[in-house]
């Protein structure tokens, strides 16, 4: 584990979907189904910190989620 600085903070890199601290989630549908999650530090405008891509089979049915 190891701390490293993004903008006013310090986070700590694990592995997993850990999410780095942030306090704004941008969320994104394509059709009922949400597809992907930003979340910001800064707000609406600031640093991506993470983000989560969901996708899906044909049934709709929710087949992985990637953090990058």
Excluded: C
Aim: aromatic content about 8%; overall charge negative; proline content about 1%.
């Amino acid at each position: 584990m190891s701390l490293f600085s993004i903008g006013a903070g310090d986070a700590v890199l694990r592995d997993g979907l850990e999410i780095p601290t942030h306090d704004y989630i941008e969320n994104t549908y394509t059709g009922s189904n949400l597809t992907q999650v930003v979340f910001k530090r800064g707000g609406a405008s600031g640093k991506i910190v993470a983000t989560l891509t969901m996708t899906y089979d044909g049934s709709n049915n929710l087949t992985s989620v990637t953090k990058s």
